[in-house]
């Protein structure tokens, strides 16, 4: 059993399985740990500043259809003394990466989809314009762009790319609500 060739036949035959389900494992692990910590009180603005918000925009981008935002956790953190544009690329990315589990979600059902009638044209329409509508999509708050993470998964986007177009586009949202915080903070 502790043939070297045993263990590489096993890796190739679960390999597909094994990319599915460890990002997956890890999203859940460390929003529960994130949970866990926000509900202790051990991790919020004020004592923890960057990782809190790093924390909070990662849990409200990785719940599918919920909508909650990070919007709110910039704009406290900016008004207590954050700096907009770290914070602003802080959250993009934690957002950019829990949009993953839409994603894997859109990977693994894929084969569901594809027996709705209107699936073929949808993905012949998403597969033309997928980079403008995900770059649309993170620039504006919206509680339904789950539904983009999702189709891109089932179209199998590429990933460097879809993580890429919403960490641009996440980081010109919160920094737009980051700086608008800012200033409005600071005017008066």
Known sequence: MDDPN?????????????????????????????LVLWTNGALNIHTAGYPSLFVAAFI?????????????GICAGVSMGLNPFLAAAIAASAEAI?????YLAGMGGSSLFERNRFYLRFKRVFTRYSS????????????F?????????????SITRFLLILFISKTLKFLWVGLGCYYGVTWF
């Open 145 to 157: 762009f789950d539904c983009l993470g999702i189709a891109a998964g089932s179209i199998r986007y």
């Open 6 to 34: 045993y263990q590489q036949h096993w890796l190739h035959q679960h390999q597909k399985l094994l990319t599915r389900v460890s990002p997956l494992v890890i999203s859940i692990a460390f929003i529960t740990v994130g």
């Open 60 to 72: 409200g981008s990785s719940l599918l259809l919920l909508p909650v935002s990070a919007l709110l």
């Open 98 to 102: 829990g949009e993953m589990t839409g």
């Open 132 to 143: 403008l509508s995900l770059f649309v999509g993170g620039l504006i708050p919206n509680p």
